[in-house]
């Protein structure tokens, strides 16, 4: 069956797939991987498949903020995807965490628009368990191996809808006080689409500056410790569905 949007056809998609914002780093991440192909590339959505240590897996693109990207969530799990795993960047609340680091969403904050048409108000945005420690476990191998600055954070992201800011004030101060780790605009829709569907997922971001400073004054995700993090957390993602996809055949 073809998908409408993604134009990807349901027999060429595996059980497994991770999913990242940009479409370049959709190919970067497929040049990982054995025997990949580029099976489209519609829109921002570019969809490449191949195998992780003997594991098929997908790797696809869904663009920046949670309506573009429910629908390729949407999209892949009618085309067959039972596990995703999302690497993406984030603006850090925390100077434990800086530019650098990555960290592992265990569940999100659902400041966006998009998953209030989907559920009700206080319905949880929550990671699967199983993916969430599989995740944390390859973070954590990879720290070594990867780069000696990387550091793994486990906790509650923000995902939020506007990335520059208005004239409305967003809360980071009380998210911050309230434990929050870091801000992004995806993982909500990631988690509620997956709950939704019967699908599980989980989250790693690289760290790329704070979430709360002037965005456009400060921002700049082009440094080598941004680029050592999203390494970082790609290596990360890839063990992770492969250890996944073994403990689903035992
Ligand atoms: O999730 C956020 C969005 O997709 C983080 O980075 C992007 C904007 O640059």
């Known amino acids: 069956m073809l998908m409408p949007i993604l134009q990807i056809h349901s027999e060429d998609m595996p059980a497994y797939a991770i999913v990242c914002g940009d479409p370049a780093r959709a190919e970067k991440i ?54 995703l795993i999302r690497v993406g960047t984030a603006g ?32 949880p945005a929550v990671a699967d368990i199983d993916v969430t420690s ?26 939020l809808d506007a990335f520059f ?17 870091a801000a992004e605009m995806e993982i909500a829709a990631l988690y509620i689409v997956s709950t939704l569907r019967g699908a599980r997922a989980g989250a790693i971001v690289a760290i790329d500056g704070f979430a709360d400073s002037d965005l456009a004054a400060e921002y700049d995700p082009h440094t080598d410790a941004v680029a050592k993090a999203v390494e970082h957390e790609i290596e990360a993602a890839l063990r992770a569905l492969a250890a996944l996809a073994r403990q689903d055949q035992a």
């Not at 992780?52 to 892949?76: D, N, R």
């Not at 191998?141 to 923000?158: L, P």
């Not at 800011?165 to 780790?181: N, S």
């Open 30 to 83: 497929s040049r990982k991987l054995e025997n990949a192909r580029e099976l489209a590339f519609s829109r921002e959505y570019r969809t490449f498949v191949g195998e992780y240590e003997g594991v098929q897996m997908a790797v696809v693109s869904h663009g920046v903020g949670s309506p573009g990207a429910a629908v390729c969530f949407e999209e892949l799990i009618r085309a067959g995807v039972k596990t």
């Open 92 to 123: 850090s609340y925390t100077a434990d965490y800086p530019a650098g680091s990555v960290i592992v969403s265990t569940a999100a904050v659902r400041s966006d628009g998009l998953t209030r048409q989907l559920v009700p108000d206080g319905f």
């Open 134 to 159: 599989a995740l944390v476990a390859a973070a954590r191998q990879t720290d070594r191996g990867i780069s000696e600055v990387a550091k793994v954070g486990v906790g509650i992201t923000v995902t």
């Open 165 to 181: 800011t208005g004239v409305e004030e967003i809360p980071h101060r009380k998210y911050k006080q309230a434990g929050a780790l």
